[in-house]
Every structure is written in C-alpha cells, then in structure tokens.
C-alpha cells in the first residue's frame, strides 16, 4: 500500500468508525455508555412487562427471539420487530428489548429478534435469520392488526434486506406496514476494505448480494405498501449520513412511500438509546406510524 492509498483506507476506517463522530465523549466511552444504555434499558422492559424470552424461530443456537407483551393484549394488536445493531459482530437480541416500554404502554408487542453475529454466522447467514424470524412472529401471531420493524445501524441494514426479499421461497409473505431504518448502511461495498470486514470475511460478491442498495426493483414488487422512515443522526459521520440520504432517494425514485429523518442533537448510539424515551422524536414518528396505519 503506498502513503495515498494509506491515507484513503485511513479516512474510510474514520468514516465507519461511528463512536468517533459522537460529540458527547470520547469513542471508547461512547460504545461503553451505549452497551450500559441498551442493556439497563432492556433490564427494565423485563422488570416492567410480561415476556416471552428465548423463542425458537428455527433450528439454529442462535435463532431465537424475545417478545414483550402488553399489559392487556387483545387480538388485533400491532407488533413491531427490532432487529440489534452492532457492526454484524457485537451486541444481541439479550440486551436489544430497551425500546419496549413506550410501545407496551400503548399496547404494542415488541419483539427482538437474535442473530448469529460473525465470527460464527457470516453476512448470508444473518440475513437468512431474520427472514426466518420474521416470517415465524408471522405465523405465530397471524391475528395482528399491523407489522412493523425498526433495525438500527447493521440492523437497519438486515431489516432493508428484509424488506427486499422474494418471499416466494417462503411459506408465508409478511405484509410489512412500516419500517424504521435508523443510522443504516445500504451499501455493503464501501466496508469490504476496512476493519469491519475483519470477522465478516465479505466477498464483492457477498457485500454486492446483500446490498439493499442493489435491491430497491425488489424492495419495490415486495414492500410497495410499506411506509418506510429513513433516519440518520446529525452527528453520524458524513459517510453514514450519506449511505442514508443516497438509499432514501432511490427507494424515493422508485415511488415508495419514504421519508428521510435528519435527527437534531444525536449521534450513532443516542439516536436508538433514546428510544426508551416516550418523549423522543422518533419514539413519536414510530407511535404515529403506527396509530395511523
Ligand atoms: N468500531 C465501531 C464499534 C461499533 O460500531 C459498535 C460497538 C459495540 C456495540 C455497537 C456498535 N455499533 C453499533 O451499534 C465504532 O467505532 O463505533
């Protein structure tokens, strides 16, 4: 590698190295406070609600998920899945329940869905998973009134994947009402050099089949009905927020029903942890989606 392609692989490790855009501490500090966050968050959902914990949706170790029910749950009750972030290689559905609270208030179901993250499950893999997963709450509770998901960051990329699949190959095909992608890549390509790639192991290959970016025709004959919140934080690093813009218009000029969230005052990390929140930004969108649709 000579000193300019040093320099380039140097700013794209930046660009993709999210805790060191956060203008609240410094990077290590601001993945620990994520971690401590998402995991009393979670803690709390558990202490305050009824849960399902540890429900097969398919073979696999680690193809397991956590439901959150309502105090009063009538039949035609809304469900939102979320699927974890963390880089495809940290974090898991155990500490990813921190949402729950403000939608249980209202009677919504929360699910949280796990994943076996790289080294042990590659980027097929994942993906395949939560297919899998969705399709399983699907069937288990084919009574609801309404589906929505919400992935943040690597989950905001599985949860795009799920929203472009061919669910002919599938016994069931979900009818996704609502998505929220939050601080999301789209576009696998940009990562295949850096240290994210480390334990994924990508090929171009792998990286370009498993683009949402290069999925959208597909995303248009599955999701057509689905109201889809592109968000991204206002301190995500350039790159990030590009990924965001960039997918939110061509799902735009594909004529789906998008729109794109510029989120004030929050970084990478704040913009899903505040989720916990009934007062926060996107916890209302989320609300409002819901209720109205
Ligand atoms: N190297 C990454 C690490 C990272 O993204 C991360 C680490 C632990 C838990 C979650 C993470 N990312 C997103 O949810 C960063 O710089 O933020």
Redesign the pocket.
């Given at each position: 590698m000579n000193d300019e392609e040093k320099m380039k692989k140097d700013e794209l490790e930046k660009q993709?190295?999210?805790?060191?855009w956060s203008h609240r501490m410094a990077?290590d500090d601001?993945?620990k406070a994520?971690?401590k966050a998402v995991k009393e968050g979670t803690e709390r959902a558990r202490s305050l609600t009824q849960t399902l914990l540890d429900v097969p949706y398919g073979e696999g170790d680690g193809e397991k998920l956590d439901v959150y029910l309502p105090r009063t749950s009538s039949l035609d009750v809304n469900l939102v899945i979320y699927i974890?972030?963390?880089?495809w290689q940290?974090?898991s559905k155990d500490e990813s329940g921190f949402m729950a609270v403000p939608l249980i208030d209202k009677g919504v179901v929360v699910v949280a869905v796990g994943y076996d993250i790289a080294p042990k499950g590659n980027m097929d893999l994942m993906v395949s998973q939560v297919r899998r997963s969705v399709v399983s709450v699907v069937q288990q509770y084919s009574h609801i009134k309404g589906l929505y998901l919400c992935g943040?960051?690597?989950?905001a990329h599985l949860t795009a994947m799920v929203l472009s699949t061919d669910w002919s190959q599938y016994s069931v095909t979900p009818q996704i009402k609502g998505a929220f992608l939050v601080s999301g890549i789209y576009d696998l390509l940009p990562i295949l050099p850096t240290?994210?790639n480390e334990p994924l192991k990508m090929t171009e290959e792998v990286a370009i089949r498993n683009s949402p970016s290069k999925l959208v025709p597909q995303l248009k004959l599955s999701s057509s009905g689905c109201q889809i919140v592109v968000a991204a934080a206002e301190n995500d690093s350039p790159e990030f927020r590009r990924q965001s813009e960039e997918y939110y218009e061509a799902l735009k000029a594909a004529g789906l029903n998008v729109t794109l969230e510029d989120v004030a005052n929050a970084d990478?990390?704040s913009i899903?942890e505040q989720l916990v929140d009934e007062e926060y930004f996107l916890t209302k969108l989320l609300l409002k989606m819901i209720g109205n649709s």
């Open positions: 993709y190295s999210p805790s060191r990077a601001v993945i994520h971690v974890h972030g963390g880089y940290f974090l943040h960051s690597a989950g240290y994210v990478h990390f899903i």
